[in-house]
């Protein structure tokens, strides 16, 4: 490949996505770079070449459970501050999943104090693809649109189906079911 810094730049990229976990056709569709380029990279990376297999299609798994709700939400509101600072939608991504994730750490796993990282790559990649540029999320398999909408409690934005109008988070719905547990936070 012919050596330019913008295709500098994406080879480190396509590096950094590939030691987190992306596969060759996530790497390719996020940097920029050649899926045969991507496919190098992965070879000489993990030694292996690229598992073959769908990528994430669906926004219900985001929905599923309460910390994945929140970690895809505070991705999602990282990416949205990167696109406002004037970042591509590529270089928004990949600079949100960069703090993403070292906010949860490194993947030593032996860390137990250390919050579990839910969204690999692939499923950070597929969000924020989705996401469009009104953060109000088509969800063709649920039937409606998911949003990241603030709590009325907290003010914290998080993935929601984009009807709730008095939304509520998780981490306040169970604070509001148990009084003390929420006074003491
Ligand atoms: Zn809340």
């Not at 590939?18 to 920029?32: K, N, P, S």
């Not at 994730?101 to 990282?117: F, L, P, V």
Request: aromatic fraction near 8%.
């Amino acid at each position: 490949m012919k050596e330019t810094p913008v295709s500098r730049m994406r080879i480190q990229q396509a590096r950094m996505l590939c030691l987190m976990g992306a596969r060759a056709v996530t790497i390719a569709a996020a940097t920029g770079i050649r899926p045969t380029d991507a496919r190098a990279i992965y070879k000489e990376i993990h030694g292996t070449v690229s598992p073959p297999g769908q990528t994430p299609h669906s926004l219900e798994w985001y929905l599923e459970r309460p910390a994945r709700r929140l970690q895809a939400s505070l991705l999602l509101k990282l990416y949205f501050l990167c696109i406002q600072s004037g970042y591509s939608t590529q270089q928004a991504f990949i600079a949100a999943y960069d703090v993403y994730w070292n906010i949860y750490g490194a993947a030593d796993t032996s860390k137990r104090q250390q919050s579990e990282r839910l969204i690999d790559p692939e499923r950070g990649f597929y969000l924020v693809k989705r996401a469009g540029s009104f953060g109000a999320l088509s969800a063709p398999g649920v039937g409606e649109a998911i949003a990241a909408l603030p709590c009325r409690s907290c003010g914290l934005e998080i993935l929601s189906p984009a009807h709730e109008a008095a939304f509520v988070c998780p981490q306040c719905a169970s604070g509001f079911q148990n009084p003390g547990h929420r006074l003491r936070a």
